[in-house]
């Protein structure tokens, strides 16, 4: 954002990122900002931030001063967006996100940025000012796992989006849709396993996401439900490999791959589930 020529660096620039097609609304859901190149002649640039859920504010509401020199005449802002908190970074001369560039962090209590429909970026009272350029992206976010950025990814935060939870109610967890590679919020994607038999061998079936590295799949096997204590390990698959090796065969070219689990000589009443679990 850069100070136009003869603009007024102590007039504040509004701009959201909000519900809505009209003026930035406390109404509306999503982030406020309020930018000064110059607050009240401190010399000092200032951010104010404020959150808002369905019309209630919500989170942490504040300001910070900005790490960078003055008189100001550009800033380049970085915002992380994740489902618990914005992170900002500011710099005079480029876009840095050092250590000594992080303006804020805050907790922003939204749980559901849609809520009230598709979300805009919205600036107001830029006479002094001009936004001179924007760029969207998808890091890693900050302080977030793989799962984490692969949820909020379909708009689900919050509760929803527990590793533990069934968004679409299908009866596969998010972690499970995670490692498996199916969509948390359709229902009809969810993939039960496949079981088989070949003479004395099981064969189990199903998916598995390659980009699902920060879980533990275990493939479990019971001959009584009844016994808690009864299920015990068939093949599991942590840190990138399969043990025992020799159990599990990938296929497929695209993710997710499809995983064949042999069972030799377990019978035909045995039982089996897939455990997902996280550290």
């Not at 900002?88 to 849609?114: C, F, K, M, R, W």
């Not at 890091?139 to 977030?144: H, K, L, R, Y």
């Not at 490692?179 to 003479?199: E, N, V, W």
Request: glycine fraction near 10%; aromatic fraction near 12%; proline fraction near 6%.
């Amino acid at each position: 954002m850069s100070l136009l020529p003869g603009g007024d660096p102590g007039r504040l620039v509004s701009l959201g990122i909000m519900t809505g097609t009209g003026p930035l609304s406390t109404a509306d859901t999503g982030f406020l900002y309020y930018l000064y190149f110059d607050f009240n002649s401190t010399g000092q640039a200032q951010l104010r931030f404020f959150n808002f859920q369905g019309g209630s504010p919500s989170g942490s509401s504040s300001e910070a001063t900005l790490p960078v020199s003055n008189p100001l005449t550009d800033v380049w802002y970085t915002f992380y967006f994740d489902p618990v908190n914005v992170t900002v970074y500011a710099a005079d001369s480029g876009y840095e996100e050092a250590p000594i560039n992080q303006v804020v962090q805050y907790a922003h209590g939204i749980t559901d940025l849609a809520a009230q429909g598709a979300v805009y970026f919205k600036i107001q009272n830029q006479e002094s000012y001009k936004v001179d350029e924007i760029q969207l992206f998808r890091p890693s976010v900050i302080g977030a796992t793989l799962y984490d950025s692969w949820i909020a990814s379909f708009g689900v935060l919050g509760t929803d989006a527990a590793f533990a939870h069934d968004v679409d109610e299908d009866g596969g967890k998010n972690g499970y849709e995670w490692a498996t590679g199916t969509i948390p919020i359709d229902p009809f994607s969810i993939k039960p396993l496949s079981i088989r038999r070949s003479g004395q061998t099981t064969h189990v079936e199903f998916t598995r996401n390659v980009d699902a590295t920060d879980v533990t799949i275990r493939l479990r096997g019971t001959y009584d439900l009844n016994d808690a204590n009864g299920w015990g390990d068939v093949a599991t698959h942590a840190s990138g490999e399969w043990t025992p090796p020799a159990a599990a065969t990938e296929s497929g070219a695209s993710n997710p791959v499809n995983v064949e689990i042999t069972d030799d000589g377990a019978g035909s009443l045995r039982c089996y589930g897939l455990e997902v679990t996280r550290p």
